[in-house]
């Protein structure tokens, strides 16, 4: 984990007592080197995500001690596999060559190797069949993996490894989709080891029915057979699958009922059948399954929409039942998909009112209601869905004129309301002021919008008549509407908080995470574990299970007793709920709820980010190998570069800038690659926000604008969140980096910044001011050479005009700052000039990879 270039050096043959060699993580390129043979007492080598090339050198399969190879995700590896590469590894427990591009068939010999405990080949170009010996001869094998390759298998050859697996009582991991897997799956299956937990066969072309020998595999928690041609029906013996977790039998040609005994799987999660035959009515008894997702798309199904369906009030990814024959209105339960983040159910024959209820659904993102009967209007109550984002309710009956609230829903991106039977003024705000945004063609009705909308003027007997209508509908039901907005009002004040909190932590459709979880995660919060503390709470280190994987994390915990923490910890899930970029710190999940002692408990999970943060890289001493370690020039202006990066993105977001008000080295978190993520936006305004929004905002932290020192003055005059204010901390943060002192040092007050105190030496004073570790002076004993001094020269160039950058960022009048984007040209020239007259090839960062995840799971 390192940036090691070049090859490996065929001079490391020489360390004969060599027993554990470890590479991985580099940029390392070229071949394995053939001296790696001499190197007789090895039993660990690990050369896993560089950018190795070329066969295996022949002399590897002398090192017979050898108990780990891992060589995975080198994507150039090539060759086929020794014929006896099994007799010389007899030791060999962990076998890892997945994606490279290794071909030919998988040796029998491989057999051979009788302690074998993993197999993971996948994304190779391996043809041929699994040969039967594995699970005759390799009893410990837990995992074989070989997804993405080209291995066969028959009706009449190529299935028989199943059988032989059955000695294998410890398999757990049986991954063998996108291959060219044809004929039935065979009945042996059903006698694989009972510790089974994860089949997957998706996309090959298995033919015949699903064995109901499956049933015996009890602890089975993923069962993956998408992209086949299976037929028949699904097994109600599937029902005795207790444990499992996820069923993915979409895009096969089964037909028949669903069975009712899916009801029985009380662990399960998501259900995927879409792209079948099936027929019959959707079963209520799936009402007993924790759904997080449901995919019933694509089928023949029949019947009304079971109002068991939404009480299922675990479903918080999709609910997908479009393109069915389904009939009969929408229940009014369904107001009970408070988590929900899309629903689908176009394309059936639904028909009567859109339900009330559905404002209840305010987490719900996407909603599709196209292609069906629905009529009516589209219900006041949809104003209270603040986390939409796309609604498409075209090819309906729908009536009456277009709710001006739509106007005003500032999350809503995209509308399709067309072939309705809308009629009246379209509104010119919010939304109808994009055409690209609005579809709303086939509504014969229609006048007035924006000039693109190419509609007709309204006329001005149309607008009396509307004005008369309104005026006529306002008289009539004035008593009615004062007695639902006092009705309103009471249940709104109750019900704010909770509602606010659905509103405003939609999220990466993971599900929230509970109290009892994150005690556990955090070892009961163990000062140990705290890595941070800040104003509105502590942040924890923790693991949490995601998707079967242990995730290490940040657990931010807020302090509900300081003003302004609830403020603060929605600022941050409505910024990051639709944030998406590689220099932003990604939240993982939520927990809204109570804690032991039946107090109110909030907090936040983030992906732990190892390198910790800029402020303890810039003024503490990070200790590696008994080295300290600091900053260089190419890290610190990589990091400018992320930054400014993240800073453009959020005030060019759409519909609405971000404005992040609390930019400073602590809030900055340093990656693997050392890549910068921008992270804490519990200050954060979206611009333009007013004091209307979906959560009361507390006067103390609506008047909180960053920390002492990186805030822009203005703020301090009261002046409202701007772009220009970000500008000012950025410039702030980078003088702090390139000169080492921090805004409030004891020497910088009211008369003296470190604005002034940089702008005052730039650029004759330069070399006085850089924090030193930037030039890297010799040692007392070294010469001064003339290249050293060129390189220092270069170095000071280089320096100057980065603080030029930063002074023109952080001056005084808010109008006279530079802007973000150009700021990040400006560091992006000056970079790639000091690469040029240094000679430095500086390599690109590399993205991290996860490589504990396996790809086929994740992909599932």
Not at 229 to 251: C, Y
Not at 290 to 297: E, G, K, T, V
């Amino acid at each position: 984990m390192n940036r090691l270039t070049g090859g490996i050096p065929e001079s490391l043959g020489n360390l004969n007592l060599l027993q554990l060699f470890d590479l991985s993580n580099n940029n390392l390129t070229g071949p394995i080197p053939n001296s790696i043979g001499n190197l007789h007492l090895l039993s660990e080598l690990d050369l896993d995500n560089n950018n190795l090339e070329g066969p295996l050198p022949s002399s590897m399969f002398n090192l017979s001690n050898l108990e780990i190879l891992d060589i995975q995700y080198n994507y150039y590896l090539n060759g086929s596999l020794p014929f006896d590469m099994g007799i010389s590894f007899p030791n060999l427990q962990f076998f890892l060559i997945d994606h490279n591009q290794f071909h030919g068939s998988i040796p029998p010999f491989l057999c051979n190797a009788s302690m074998l405990e993993m197999i993971q080949a996948a994304h190779n170009l391996l043809t041929g069949t699994i040969p039967n010996c594995l699970g005759i001869q390799l009893r410990s094998l837990t995992k074989l993996m070989l997804e993405y390759n080209h291995i066969q298998a028959t009706q009449n050859d190529g299935w028989g490894f199943l059988a032989g697996l059955s000695n294998c009582t410890d398999l757990q991991y049986l991954i063998l989709g996108d291959n060219m897997l044809e004929g039935e799956i065979p009945s042996s299956i059903g006698n694989l080891s009972m510790n089974l937990e994860y089949i997957f066969m998706d996309f090959n072309n298995i033919a015949g029915k699903i064995p109901e020998d499956i049933e015996n595999l009890v602890n089975l928690k993923m069962l993956v057979l998408t992209g086949n041609h299976l037929e028949g029906t699904i097994p109600s013996s599937l029902g005795k699958l207790r444990r499992l977790n996820e069923l993915f039998l979409g895009m096969n040609k089964l037909s028949g009922l669903i069975p009712s005994t899916i009801g029985n799987l009380t662990n399960l999660s998501v259900l995927n059948l879409y792209g079948n035959t099936l027929n019959g009515t959707i079963p209520s008894s799936l009402i007993g399954c924790p759904l997080q997702s449901l995919d019933l798309s694509q089928n023949n199904l029949i019947g009304t929409v079971p109002k068991e369906l939404f009480l299922i009030n675990t479903l918080s990814n999709y609910m997908y039942i479009q393109n069915n024959f389904l009939t009969g209105t929408l229940p009014v339960e369904l107001g009970n998909l408070k988590n929900l983040g899309t629903l689908d159910f176009s394309s059936n024959k639904i028909f009567g009112e859109i339900p009330v209820s559905l404002g209840a659904c305010q987490t719900l993102q996407y909603l599709n209601a196209s292609n069906n009967n629905i009529e009516g209007t589209i219900p006041l109550s949809v104003e209270q869905m603040k986390g939409i984002l796309v609604i498409d309710l075209s090819y309906n009956n729908l009536s009456g004129e277009i709710p001006e609230f739509l106007a005003n829903m500032r999350g809503l991106s995209d509308l399709n309301i067309s072939f309705n039977n809308f009629k009246g003024q379209v509104p010119e705000d919010g939304i109808f002021s994009n055409a690209s945004s609005v579809t709303i063609g086939g509504n014969k009705g229609l006048c007035g919008g924006i000039r693109q909308l190419k509609l007709p003027t309204c006329s001005n007997h149309t607008t009396r008549k509307s004005s008369l209508s309104i005026i006529i509908a306002i008289s009539v039901g004035s008593a009615c509407l004062f007695g639902i907005f006092v009705l309103s009002i009471a249940f709104h004040c109750n019900k704010k908080t909770k509602t606010n909190l659905r509103t405003s932590t939609i999220g990466e459709n993971h599900a929230r995470v509970s109290y009892a979880e994150l005690v556990h995660a955090t070892d009961n919060f163990y000062s140990g574990n705290l890595i941070g503390v800040g104003s509105f709470g502590s942040v924890f280190k923790g693991k949490i299970m995601i998707n079967e994987l242990q995730v290490t994390v940040a657990v931010k915990v807020l302090d509900l007793l300081q003003s302004g923490a609830s403020q603060s910890f929605f600022a941050e899930c409505q910024t990051l709920r639709g944030a998406r970029h590689r220099n932003l710190v990604k939240i993982l999940t939520v927990c809204l709820g109570v804690d032991f002692r039946g107090l109110d408990f909030k907090a936040l999970v983030y992906p732990f980010l190892p390198n910790g943060n800029l402020e303890q890289w810039l003024h503490q001493s990070i200790e590696e190998d008994g080295e300290c370690k600091v900053l260089d020039l190419i890290q610190r202006l990589g990091i400018s570069i992320d930054v400014a990066s993240a800073l453009e993105y959020l005030h060019q977001h759409r519909p609405l800038p971000i404005i992040h008000c609390d930019l400073k080295p602590s809030n900055i978190l340093l990656d693997n690659d050392m890549v910068a993520h921008v992270g804490d936006f519990g200050l954060a305004r979206f611009y333009h926000q007013d004091s209307n929004d979906s959560y009361e905002i507390s006067s103390a932290w609506a008047r909180m604008r960053g920390t002492t020192g990186y805030a822009a003055p203005e703020y301090g005059l009261g002046n409202e969140a701007s772009a220009h204010g970000d500008v000012y901390s950025y410039g702030i943060l980078l003088l702090e980096m390139f000169t080492g002192k921090r805004p409030t040092d004891s020497e910088f007050g009211e008369d003296f910044s470190l604005h002034k105190y940089v702008k005052m030496s730039v650029p004759h004073q330069v070399a006085n001011i850089v924090d030193q570790h930037l030039l890297q002076e010799p040692d007392d004993n070294e010469e001064r050479t003339s290249d050293y001094n060129r390189t220092t020269r270069t170095k000071v160039d280089c320096i100057t005009s980065i603080l030029r950058v930063g002074i023109s960022c952080s001056k005084q009048a808010p109008t006279e700052r530079t802007q973000i984007g150009d700021a990040l040209k400006e560091l992006q020239a000056i970079r790639d000039r000091f690469r040029r007259d240094s000679g430095n090839s500086v390599q690109p960062k590399k993205e991290p990879q996860d490589t504990e995840t396996s790809s086929s799971i994740s992909s599932a």
